[in-house]
């Protein structure tokens, strides 16, 4: 691999010396374990597993469905929810605790909308 990070100004690429950009790649490193560090395997199934499930079903997912499409235990799944929604970085609940938002998409109406090849159509978070 080439260690070259280029930056585009006006017509001209301009070459970044490494210690620049390395120094830059190792706070965000920190930052991001420090952001992202609390989620574990089962944290992103559960993300994944709703995002990819809201624009199919279109309604809002309880825990108790998702613990049965990923074989875990319904306290498991309630515990997973309660950590990704308390560090307000991948989800919501509605007032029945069940998922309407996982980033980036969404039930409740937004601005801003996606489409899908598959033709499933449904609002971004």
Excluded at 80 to 86: A, H, K, P, Q, S
Aim: charged residues 30%; aromatic residues 10%; glycine residues 6%.
């Amino acid at each position: 691999m080439n260690n070259k990070l280029m930056i585009g100004l006006w017509r001209l690429m301009i070459k970044l010396p490494p210690s620049l950009w390395k120094k830059n790649l190792a706070r965000t490193r920190e930052k991001f374990k420090k952001e992202f560090g609390f989620m574990t395997g089962d944290h992103r199934a559960v993300h994944h597993y709703v995002v990819r499930q809201l624009p199919y079903c279109r309604e809002p997912l309880s825990p108790g469905a998702i613990a049965k499409a990923l074989g875990m235990t319904r306290e498991r799944v309630d515990a997973l929810l309660d950590d990704l929604e308390r560090h307000m970085t991948f989800l919501y609940r509605n007032g029945d605790r069940d998922v309407v938002w996982a980033y980036p998409v969404t039930l409740e109406k937004t601005p801003h909308r996606l489409a899908f090849n598959t033709g499933e159509e449904i609002f971004a978070a």
